[in-house]
T-cell receptor
Framework: NAGVTQTPKFQVLKTGQSMTLQCAQD?????MYWYRQDPGMGLRLIYY???????DKGEVPNGYNVSRLNKREFSLRLESAAPSQTSVYFC????????????FGEGSRLTVL | AQRVTQPEKLLSVFKGAPVELKCNYS??????LFWYVQYSRQRLQLLLR??SRESIKGFTADLNKGETSFHLKKPFAQEEDSAMYYC????????????FGSGTRLSIRP
């Protein structure tokens, strides 16, 4: 049982390049989330998907797009990467229960030069 | 608007001393409050949730709706408690977003 799997784990981009972070969960969870973690800023919500077919903006959505491909997968795309998007990105999922626990992936460290 | 505030970036205490990590929130409604922990080289994981009223690894947290706080406490700190701690808030709906505070790094000195 892998839980939440993110790829890639590390990526270096040049300013203006695009890339997609992939996330998949095998726990049959309804809701999925993308966060970024920066020193002193904690975890900030980028986008979330309450259920398959829906996505909503979080606290810091600018510069990102997401796709909830199916119930298992939730991808995060940077269309034109900027140095301010250098961060560690975490995907997480939660069951449909109101008091459910978030399960996190290992994180993806992205550096934009 | 949802907001979670953790005023301390770093908290350093001696082993055996009491620990209190502060968390204040802003939310119009009945929130779900959680504490998550990130140990070195490990995934973020749930430590405890207010609705369970449980004690995990000696930690407890009480939701104070009057003061809109959810402080994390432990009477006697241990070296293995050194980690990054995040307070999190979720609206009382399965479709709600979950937001986190800026985190507090707890360092336990021997």
């Amino acid at each position: 049982n892998a839980g939440v799997t993110q790829t890639p784990k590390f990526q270096v981009l040049k300013t203006g390049q695009s890339m997609t972070l992939q996330c998949a969960q095998d726990m049959n969870h309804n809701s999925m989330y993308w966060y970024r973690q920066d020193p002193g800023m904690g975890l900030r919500l980028i986008y979330y998907s309450a259920s398959e077919g829906t996505t909503d903006k979080g606290e810091v959505p600018n510069g990102y797009n997401v796709s909830r491909l199916n119930k298992r997968e939730f991808s995060l795309r940077l269309e034109s990467a900027a140095p301010s998007q250098t961060s560690v990105y975490f995907c997480a999922s939660i069951s449909g229960q109101a008091t459910g626990e978030l399960f996190f992936g290992e994180g993806s460290r992205l550096t934009v030069l | 608007a949802q907001r979670v505030t953790q005023p301390e970036k770093l908290l350093s205490v001696f082993k055996g001393a009491p620990v209190e990590l502060k968390c204040n929130y802003s939310y119009s409604g009945s929130p779900e409050l959680f504490w998550y922990v990130q140990y070195s080289r490990q995934r973020l994981q749930l430590l405890l949730r207010h609705i369970s009223r449980e004690s995990i690894k000696g930690f407890t947290a009480d939701l104070n709706k009057g003061e809109t706080s959810f402080h994390l406490k432990k009477p006697f700190a241990q070296e293995e408690d050194s980690a990054m701690y995040y307070c999190a808030l979720k609206g009382y709906s399965s479709a709600s977003k979950i937001i986190f505070g800026s985190g507090t790094r707890l360092s336990i000195r021997p």
